[in-house]
């Protein structure tokens, strides 16, 4: 017994004066296992979000009158007409207007010859659009059938491309005219689909005739 | 045999079942940012840069444009003035210079970055000039078939300040407001105007104010709109309360340039009656007057 506790005595002596001259950097191995060296660091992220707008067409970016009888009117072919997708993050919304640059009684209706053109709708405007009565008006007019937003009642009641009962028609502005707006934020795509109408008088040149009309969309000023 | 032909029928019929959806070809273009709102002194200039995105498959070319706009709608759309010269006199349009050529080509899925530069020249009138840079897709017409095509054009609003002798004044020209209610919501409708000669953001408010303590007092935020010179901006809110109580004067008033307030002409009130609490209150109270007469004619309390 008075071994065993010299000899534990002793040994603890001698440790003490082992930690006691050693400094902690060198420490036995045996007493210390080695952790894996840490490292930390910052990393700064930073980025803007900006407000866009995209505009595309999801249908009907070309529309074909296909022969054009004077006295007849005719719709495009593509029974959805012009469907246009506009995508925002504007806190206020969008305004959709539209224009064919071409000043006069004009459309952009061309004919091959590059100088006669099909007239604008001979009444209706974009603040005023009117039913077509066939036989009165003549030239190129527009007209919204549908929006998924919203649609403004000027517009009229139609329900399709072509629902010439119901939808009332423009001509096409020389300089950008807002046809459409939708405020407030939207989170989706918002969609508003334009038919197209032609008729032209016997005195018409015949021929090819193509143009283009530009949509033209801002966001909302908040 | 006959299982042969069960089976491959089940199998037409089931890949009949499975919906067919042609990816829509679209076609267009994406801005960014959508406005910009400087001050610049005349004879100095500021810089900004528009990025255009083509989110198509296909190459997009683009020409850049600058419109000018002078008058807004109620709801905040511009109206543009188109790319012809107005006059003898130079407009904010001219006063653009941009770091790129006005035409050219984003590839698919790529953006382009072109950053533009006012110079507001020396002697330029002070007070609001507006117009809007835009990305226009170029368009050919399709030959050979008589055909309608249409493209598309997006832009960002640019509106200036010219600073010196500006006046940032406005007016309330209509204010809509029920006199009577029975339930909420109760809608506000205003529209002011900026009759000065530069924009401005204007706050509009509807103040209810209790008269002979009917009722708590209680604003009406109808929000905050820039309003350009010339223009009219639509204001709409609401009391949100489903049975509001009360009798109130109405105070409408909007901010102009310099903060100060505008304030509606006359005397507004407001009656706030919940009849959906008052009515079954009334016919409570009258079952109750009724129930006391009744005892108290044909029940005899005997001691």
Redesign the interface.
Known sequence: MKKVLFTSLSALFVLWGFALTNDANKNPSFFTSKAQAATSGNVTLSGTV???????????????????TPGTPKC?SNPSG?VV?VT?N?S??Y?L?LYD?ESGAVSD??H?DTTTKIADMNSGTIAAPVLWVTGTHLG?GVTMYSGLASKEALWGTGASACDVAGNKYAAVP?????GH?V?GFRITTDTSSWG?RVDVPNTQKTG??????????????? | MKRILIALFIGLASASLIPYTAKAATKGIQISPLSYNFEIKDGSGDTGKIIITNQNSDPLNYVIEVENFASVTDEGAPTFAGTEPEGAYTTLADWFTFDAPKEGVVEPFKDVTIGFTINIPQGAEPGGHYAAVFAREIRKNAEGKTELGVASRVGSLILVTVPGETKKTGTITDFTYPKLIWKGPAEFTMKVENTGTVHYDSKANVELSPIAFLGKKTNVDLGTHTIIPSSSRNYVGSLDKKYPFGYYKINATATDGDGASITTAGNATLIAIPLMIIIPGLIGLALLIWIIVFIKKHVVFKP
């Not at chain 1, 707008?53 to 022969?67: H, I, K, R, S, V």
């Not at chain 1, 020389?174 to 807002?178: G, H, I, K, L, R």
């Not at chain 1, 005739?209 to 909302?220: D, E, I, Q, R």
Request: aromatic share 10%.
């Open positions: 900006l407000p866009y707008l995209n505009l595309t067409f999801a249908t009907g970016q070309t529309g074909d009158f296909g022969n054009i495009t012009t997708n925002t504007a206020n919304g305004t207007a640059a209706m061309t091959t190129l020389e300089t950008a005219t807002t707006t405020t197209w090819i005739y193509s143009g283009v009309v530009t949509f033209n969309a801002v966001g909302v000023i908040s």
